[in-house]
């Protein structure tokens, strides 16, 4: 892991000047952080707020670039106003990604940087990754996992510099939640945002509520079913106010990308 760190420094010296894409999260931190000491005032954090992205997460990437002393520029943008992102094919990521990244892009050469870096990890190549195409695409440059940089190195290493989000639960955009082919709009991402705002707060860290239609599926790791269970009558109450008929709890646990389960890759 040192070594890696090591290069990775050295690689950021080369490129004398980057923005991150920064989510708050534990890879970009990771990777801001260590761009920040490198570089000093030669790295930028770039932060998207949408729709796809909870409150918290926003606010939360706001303390976070504080704590590691990065300077953060924010950038609102609506998902839905991209041609095909509500249609939510199989290539929604793609989609997304190319649109995202190409304003990360813009508003990062306005302030003089012209090199871009992402945190993907190695880890990445393992599931499906339509927005990866997007990312080679707009030449984006995803440093760790060029140095095949896993989320456990990075976890033991954002453990060992201090960072707080060594621990963190990994999260994706909203729009994960709903099933290909379900129209996605800004009424039920919010929908979503609101119920897993209110299991968060009885203790869960890796979970998920999945939308399909007027079904709630719950995910979460099954050492945290008794904690589903035991609050089970609240959160029937809440959900249904939220508009779901039905409130289910998924027996197989939580598991990154479930929905892609059932696309034939």
Known sequence: MESKLEQLRNNL??????????????????LAKIA??????????????SSVFPDWEIEESKKIASEIGIKQIVVDFDQNEIKGFSNNTKDRCYICKKELFSVIIAIAKKNNYNIILDGSTLD???????GVKALKELQIISPLKDLNFTKKEIRDLSKKIGLSTWNKSSFACLA?????GTTITKEELE???KAEDFIRKFGLKQFRVRHHDEIARIE??????NLILENSEKII?????????????DIEGYRSGSLNEVLDL
């Open 237 to 249: 109450s809440y959900f249904k106010e939220l508009g779901f008929n039905y409130i289910t709890l």
């Open 13 to 30: 010296k080369k490129m004398k000047k980057v923005a991150v894409a920064f989510s708050g999260g534990l890879d970009s931190t990771f």
């Open 191 to 193: 929908k979503i945002e």
């Open 124 to 130: 990445d190549k393992f599931d499906y990754r339509p």
């Open 176 to 180: 994960s939640r709903f099933p290909y």
């Open 220 to 225: 979460v790791l099954k050492d945290d079913f």
């Open 36 to 49: 920040n000491e490198t570089l000093n005032a030669e790295a930028i954090a770039i932060t998207i707020n």
